[in-house]
């Protein structure tokens, strides 16, 4: 994903070109209203695993005023280095062949599972 960031960065897109990218992706029609109501009515715990970055997934939950019904996201670490966008890995694994080296979001959730002592849980996506 990184040299798609250079390969933009070369053809001169910047930081505004990409939040105004991030900007008019619209959310899937009830899914915020779904998502709220999980987590404001139900009470349950409301995160994202995402192979995305937190510069990505930061901007869109704020455009959409999201930001307080998400508990945690969990993602690649990035920010702007002299206007080029910089991923870096949210951890480094080798067991799980279902994932990219970078996330395995299966790992992950049990993690989060675990800490939080939760022994039920549903996905989305």
């Known amino acids: 994903m990184q040299g798609v960031f250079e390969l933009l960065y070369e053809h001169g897109f910047r ?8 900007d008019d ?3 899937v029609s009830g899914m915020i209203e779904l998502m709220r109501s999980l987590k404001l009515d139900l009470g349950y715990d409301v995160i ?8 990505f997934i930061d901007t869109w939950l704020n455009k959409n005023s999201f930001t307080k019904n998400i508990d945690k996201v969990f993602t690649n670490p990035a ?9 870096e890995m949210y951890h480094v694994q080798s067991d799980c062949k279902l ?4 996330l395995c979001k299966g790992r992950i ?16 996506g």
Do not use: M
Request: overall charge negative; aromatic content about 6%; hydrophobic content about 35%.
């Open 15 to 22: 930081k505004n070109e990409i939040q105004t990218a991030i």
């Open 25 to 27: 992706i619209k959310p």
């Open 48 to 55: 994202t695993i995402s192979d995305s970055n937190t510069y």
């Open 79 to 87: 920010n702007f280095v002299d206007g080029l966008l910089k991923i």
């Open 99 to 102: 994932s990219t080296k970078n």
């Open 109 to 124: 959730l049990d993690e989060y599972l675990a800490a939080q002592k939760i022994t039920e849980s549903s996905t989305i």
